[in-house]
C-alpha cells in the first residue's frame, strides 16, 4: 500500500483489550464424611470465590469454593451433611494475544461462564466416602497499554461537516474481533 505524501499517521497508545481465553473443565473432587454414607441425597457447591492471575501466555484462575453433601449413614436411618472448603488453581490459556502489549500495564479479570456445580456424587468403592464430579468454566480477558495507528486528515474535521458517516447502516458485517493487528502496522512500514 503506497501512501499519499499529504497523509498522516499517528501512533496512540491506549489500553485495549490484548488477550482473551475461555476453558471448560471437569474436576473430581473425594470427601470422606464423618460417618460412612449409605446413600447420596444431594450434593451442592456454594460460596465459589476466585481471583485472576497473569502467567506467561495464560492466565491462572485461583479460588475456593464450599462442598455441601446431604447424605444418609447408619442404612438410612439418619441424616447429615459434610462439608468441605476445596482449593483450586484453572489455567486458562489465551486464545487471543496481542503479543505487542506493554507487559508491565496488563491487568487480568475473570468471569465464570459457569459457576462450579456438582455433575456426578457417587459412593467411593471402599464405601466410606464420596467422589463428586464438579464442571466449571471460565473467561478471562487481559487488558494492556498497546499501540495503534491512526491516520489524520490534514484538513481536520472541516471538510468531514456536511458529510454524515453511519457504520451502523454501512451494509457491512464486520468482525472486529477478527481483525489482525499486525496488518496495519506491516502497511505503514
Known amino acids: 500500500m503506497s501512501l499519499d505524501k499529504d497523509v498522516q499517521v499517528r501512533e ?21 464424611p464423618p460417618h460412612a454414607p449409605t446413600s447420596i441425597l444431594g450434593a ?14 495464560s492466565v491462572e484462575v485461583v479460588g475456593t469454593y ?16 459434610a462439608k468441605e ?16 502489549h506493554r507487559p508491565s ?11 462450579p456445580n456438582c455433575v456426578e456424587a457417587n459412593i467411593s468403592s471402599s464405601g466410606s466416602s464420596v467422589v ?17 495507528y491512526v491516520y489524520v486528515n490534514p484538513n481536520g474535521g472541516e471538510d468531514l461537516d456536511d458529510k454524515t458517516i453511519d457504520f451502523e447502516d454501512s451494509g ?4 472486529y474481533e477478527d481483525l489482525d493487528p499486525d496488518l496495519l502496522d506491516e502497511e505503514l512500514n
Open 66 to 81: 464450599d462442598i455441601n453433601i446431604w447424605y444418609s449413614y447408619d442404612r438410612n436411618t439418619k441424616t447429615d451433611v
Open 105 to 115: 500495564t496488563a491487568e487480568v479479570s475473570a468471569t465464570a461462564t459457569q459457576e
Open 85 to 100: 472448603t476445596v482449593s483450586y488453581v484453572e489455567v486458562v490459556p489465551l486464545s487471543y494475544l496481542d503479543k505487542k
Open 172 to 175: 457491512e458485517d464486520i468482525d
Open 12 to 32: 496512540i497508545y491506549t489500553k485495549a483489550v490484548c488477550g482473551r481465553g475461555r476453558r471448560f473443565s471437569q474436576v473430581s473432587h473425594t470427601v470422606t
Open 44 to 57: 451442592w457447591i456454594i460460596n465459589n470465590q476466585y481471583d485472576a492471575v497473569k502467567s506467561g501466555d
Open 132 to 148: 463428586l464430579r464438579v464442571e466449571r468454566e471460565f473467561k478471562v480477558e487481559m487488558i494492556a497499554e498497546t499501540k495503534v
